[in-house]
């Protein structure tokens, strides 16, 4: 009996840091992703097309658009 309360402890124990490392790791919130969004139909996506084959250029495309107004590249090495 004592072994499983001792088992039962140390699980406790070692879940406690990994619960709290998992919270600190948020994604981004539902105001930024709309503000994403708005940006890329801004850049010429338009998302309500539905099932388009083309989806993933589409999006690549804008987000390009977007990084030139920014003057940014995707490969820059600073």
């Not at 009996?1 to 990994?18: D, E, G, Q, R």
């Not at 709290?20 to 930024?32: D, N």
Request: hydrophobic share 35%; net charge negative.
């Amino acid at each position: 009996m004592k072994s499983t309360i001792f088992a039962l402890a140390a699980a406790t124990l070692l879940a406690v840091p990994v619960a709290a490392y998992s919270q600190t790791q948020q994604g981004p919130t539902r105001a930024q992703v709309r503000a994403e969004l708005q940006q890329l139909e801004q850049a010429g996506y338009n998302s309500a097309k539905g099932e388009d084959p083309r989806y993933p250029a589409d999006v690549q495309a804008a987000e390009g658009r977007i990084a030139g107004q920014r003057g940014m590249t995707e490969y820059s090495d600073g």
